[in-house]
């Protein structure tokens, strides 16, 4: 498994990372609280942020659990303000909540978009609204929303998860350029990683060879390929990217 964490960058930074219950949110926080920050986790399943909480605890890590639900405008303003008063203070936040459904174009029904858009996009934006406000007027910090390549060109993914990833990728540039440069604002864009999201999709009949094809790199992703370049987002060492949707893909978009 690979894994890119520089001990000791993100020392003394409060990391907030949503969807943390499992799959790559899990990882991310994983690998923020191994940078040593102080990493608070959220997700609806309180249960799987206190197996988190151990885990990081075991590592050394300072862990707050914040349960709740981000398609619920009511519950992310309450989630907001628990990490915030924390520690006095959020650095880092990671959107990487996430919903998808695999309906195809003529079966979608407006509530599956509903969830859809709810979750991936008017989740991470009033998240962002809510910790950002209060990072602009604070010691500013970065923003990484976990995207997709499905973003960018066409997948296997369903019509409204590429469409609401497509959204987040914009809403990544917009606020780029709106809070700049207290804040910056950067997205990643992972292409198959086996995660609870996609494990049944993937081992579907051909879908997993049809992913492996395409993939120059010749495997799926894990979860590691991705913490490793949020990492890297939201240290010192990318102080000068902002507004951008870095690709964590193996290689597909490059044929
Ligand atoms: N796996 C892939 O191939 C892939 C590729 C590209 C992008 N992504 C993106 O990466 C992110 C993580 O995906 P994953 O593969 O790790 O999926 P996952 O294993 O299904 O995890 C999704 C996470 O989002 C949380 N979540 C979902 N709905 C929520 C809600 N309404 N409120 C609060 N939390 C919610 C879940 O927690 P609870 O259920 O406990 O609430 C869970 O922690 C997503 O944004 C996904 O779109 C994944």
Same mark, same amino acid.
């Given at each position: 498994?690979?894994?890119?964490?520089?001990?000791?960058? %993100?020392?003394?930074?409060?990391?907030?990372?949503s969807g943390a219950s499992r799959g790559i949110g899990r990882a991310i926080a994983l690998?923020?609280?191994?940078?040593?920050?102080? =990493?608070?986790?959220?997700?609806?399943?309180?249960?799987?942020?206190?197996?988190?909480?151990?885990?990081?605890?075991?590592?050394?890590?300072?862990?707050?659990?914040?349960?709740?639900?981000?398609?619920?405008?009511?519950?992310?303003?309450?989630?907001?303000?628990?990490? +915030?008063?924390?520690?006095?203070?959020?650095?880092?936040?990671?959107?990487?909540?996430?919903? $998808?459904?695999?309906?195809?174009?003529?079966?979608?029904?407006?509530?599956?978009?509903?969830?859809?858009?709810?979750?991936?996009?008017?989740?991470?934006?009033?998240?962002? &609204?809510?910790?950002?406000?209060?990072?602009?007027?604070? @010691?500013?910090?970065?923003?990484?929303?976990?995207?997709? =390549?499905?973003?960018?060109?066409?997948?296997?993914?369903?019509?409204?998860?590429?469409?609401?990833?497509?959204?987040?990728?914009? %809403?990544?540039?917009?606020?780029? $350029?709106?809070?700049?440069?207290t804040i910056r604002v950067n997205a990643v864009g992972p292409a198959y990683v086996r995660?609870?999201? @996609?494990?049944?999709?993937?081992?579907?009949?051909? @879908? %997993?060879?049809?992913?492996?094809?395409?993939?120059?790199?010749?495997? =799926?992703?894990?979860?590691?390929?991705?913490?490793?370049?949020?990492?890297?987002?939201?240290?010192?060492?990318?102080?000068?990217?902002?507004? &951008?949707?870095?690709?964590?893909?193996?290689? +597909?978009?490059? &044929?």
């Open positions: 498994m690979s894994q890119y964490v520089p001990a000791g960058v %993100l020392d003394g930074k409060v990391a907030v990372v690998a923020l609280a191994a940078a040593g920050a102080s =990493v608070v986790g959220m997700a609806r399943t309180a249960s799987a942020l206190d197996d988190l909480g151990d885990e990081a605890a075991a590592g050394g890590a300072d862990f707050l659990a914040v349960p709740g639900d981000l398609s619920d405008v009511d519950s992310i303003a309450d989630m907001a303000a628990a990490s +915030w008063d924390w520690k006095g203070h959020v650095d880092v936040l990671v959107n990487a909540a996430g919903t $998808i459904v695999r309906s195809e174009v003529l079966e979608v029904t407006p509530s599956e978009w509903d969830l859809v858009f709810a979750t991936n996009v008017r989740g991470s934006f009033f998240l962002s &609204q809510a910790l950002g406000g209060k990072m602009l007027a604070g @010691n500013g910090g970065s923003i990484v929303n976990v995207a997709s =390549v499905a973003a960018e060109v066409t997948t296997g993914a369903s019509a409204p998860y590429s469409a609401s990833k497509a959204a987040l990728v914009h %809403l990544t540039r917009v606020l780029s $350029i709106r809070w700049a440069p995660t609870e999201l @996609n494990t049944e999709w993937l081992d579907a009949g051909e @879908n %997993l060879s049809w992913v492996v094809e395409r993939t120059p790199l010749g495997r =799926v992703g894990e979860p590691a390929d991705v913490a490793g370049a949020v990492v890297f987002l939201a240290s010192p060492a990318a102080a000068y990217i902002t507004g &951008q949707h870095l690709l964590i893909d193996g290689g +597909w978009t490059a &044929q």
